[in-house]
């Protein structure tokens, strides 16, 4: 299994700053994701971070808004840009192991309020 | 990709055995399908996954129907601590991302 930790865990952020969030795995991992949660809603991938080079980003979520760095195999950053009430939510990163055939492990996530 | 369906919400009584379904009727031959929860405000949790066969573990059953168009993630004797949203989720073969759908609230009623 994999450890995940993410910084920070929740935030208070007025609108049109930025945050970054912060992804540390206690173990080297093949594939990083990241994902969020709005209020009272499923998760939806944001994009795939790959290690050493531009980020895989889902329909709907732009390198502007969310840009994603992975210097290398155990961490990876996600930072919201000029932020709006509508970014509030929690943002989760996920791993996966080595291995194909493994699960997902996924941090507890960060949650962000924007006022 | 293949997309999952879920009842929104069920209840299942303490001790009783949850049966969760789910379809996924476009599932392609060597996608897998994956169960996972999540308790309120926590990350999601690994429950069980399968791809043609039946599968057990120490939290739960998953049945996949022979045509893999469906599959029910079973709890044996829920408790208390089982009330969460559960996501039945069929994992991407190419860049083997996880693709959530709406999930199933399970509340278990003591």
């Known amino acids: 299994s994999a450890v995940i930790s993410q910084k920070p865990s929740r935030d208070i952020c007025q609108r049109g700053t930025s945050l970054t969030i912060q992804c540390q795995v206690d173990?080297?991992?093949?594939?990083m994701f990241w994902y969020r949660q709005q209020p009272g809603q499923s998760l939806t991938l944001i994009a795939t971070?790959?290690?050493?080079?531009?980020?895989?980003?889902e329909s709907g979520f732009v390198i502007d808004k969310f840009p994603i760095s992975r210097p290398n195999l155990t961490f990876s950053t996600l930072t919201v840009s000029n932020m709006s009430p509508e970014d509030s939510s929690i943002y989760l990163c996920?791993?996966?192991?080595?291995?194909?055939?493994?699960?997902?492990?996924f941090g507890q996530g960060t949650r962000l309020t924007v006022v | 990709d293949a997309k999952t369906t879920q009842p929104p919400s069920m209840d299942c009584a303490e001790g009783r055995a949850a049966n969760l379904p789910c379809n996924h009727s476009?599932?392609?031959?060597?996608?897998?399908v994956y169960w996972y929860r999540q308790i309120h405000s926590q990350g999601p949790q690994y429950i069980i996954h399968?791809?043609?066969n039946n599968e057990t573990n120490e939290m739960a059953s998953l049945i996949i129907t022979e045509d893999r168009k469906s599959s029910t993630l079973i709890l044996p004797h829920a408790t208390l601590r089982d009330t969460a949203v559960y996501y039945c989720?069929?994992?991407?073969?190419?860049?083997?991302?996880?693709?959530f759908g709406t999930g199933t609230s399970l509340t278990v009623i003591p």
């Open positions: 996920s791993v996966v192991g080595p291995r194909g055939d493994t699960e997902a492990f």
């Open positions: 173990s080297q991992v093949t594939m």
């Open positions: 971070a790959n290690q050493g080079s531009e980020a895989t980003y």
């Open positions: 476009t599932i392609s031959g060597n996608e897998y």
């Open positions: 399968g791809l043609k």
């Open positions: 989720i069929v994992r991407s073969t190419t860049g083997n991302q996880f693709y």
